[in-house]
């Protein structure tokens, strides 16, 4: 880690340095600091450092490092969501959109349109490729392999780390429910069944984890009519992507069970206004 930097400017500056010289990751380490220096970082304004998390955020899609992104982002978070919500929400739509479309340009060199791995999180091991190295896969069926399936994983990483950071703050509740929808977008585009079936069981989690916040004013609340439409409203969106990956037990079992809580909790708070 570099220790040349005191203030964010400077970090900015040398880490463009960094990258004029062929050294991203040096680059990456130099912005890093910034966000690990709490002592001050807190203390500057989003119009200082929301550039340098943009720098960062595009070095970690290059470098495909989705955990050091939800470092950053996490400390980025926990900065502005109270006090500047929508630059915490440009960052993190730009940092979306940034590696959906790099994933997208890798589809493209890529003649699959899908990879043929039935679950991101348990991807080839050395042994398996050098496995597949001397058996019948030919030399564009590796290509595929080594192009697109990093990439797919890394955007796999990034909606779900995002959505574990945004998951119980009211403050970016609409751009929670905005990036399950890209991932069930993301689902269907790739063909990754395996992947959908997790979103689901990770939103129902976190559908359960909200019930049980204290009342307070920062605490997504289940009790508000507002939040119950907008996890209907994604229940609905994977209802129809169920439908679509043809995902029957899923779409049944499921979505519809999370629509009669949250129409069982709705009734509930009509009938008992205090709690």
Known sequence: MSRYVQRPENALKRANEFIEVGKPARALDTLYEVFR???WAYSWSESV??????????????????????????????????????????VIRGYLRTAEERTESA???????????????????????????VSGEDAQDRSDRTILTPWVKFLWESYC???????????????????????????????????????????????????KLPAQAVNVSIHRAETQQLNL???????????????WQVSNLRVLHLSDTLSLDSFRCRNNPDG
């Open 49 to 90: 450092l929301e550039p340098i998390m943009f720098k960062y955020l595009d070095l970690c899609v290059e470098l495909k490092k989705s955990h050091i992104a939800k470092e950053g982002l996490f400390q980025y978070r926990n900065m502005f969501q109270s006090v500047n919500v929508s630059s915490l929400e440009n």
């Open 161 to 211: 780390q995002c959505l574990e950071l945004l998951r119980t703050n009211a403050h970016v509740e609409n751009l929670y429910h905005d990036i399950a929808r890209m991932a069930f977008s993301f689902c269907l585009k790739y063909g990754r069944k395996t992947e959908f079936r997790k979103l689901c069981d990770k939103l129902r989690k976190h559908l359960e984890d909200i019930s």
């Open 37 to 39: 220096n709490k002592k």
């Open 107 to 133: 589809r493209e060199q890529s003649q699959q349109a899908v990879i043929d791995i039935d679950d991101l999180d348990m991807l080839a091991t050395p042994e398996s490729l050098l496995l597949s190295a």
């Open 233 to 247: 409203d994604t229940r609905l969106v994977q209802l129809d992507s169920a439908i679509q990956m043809e995902l």
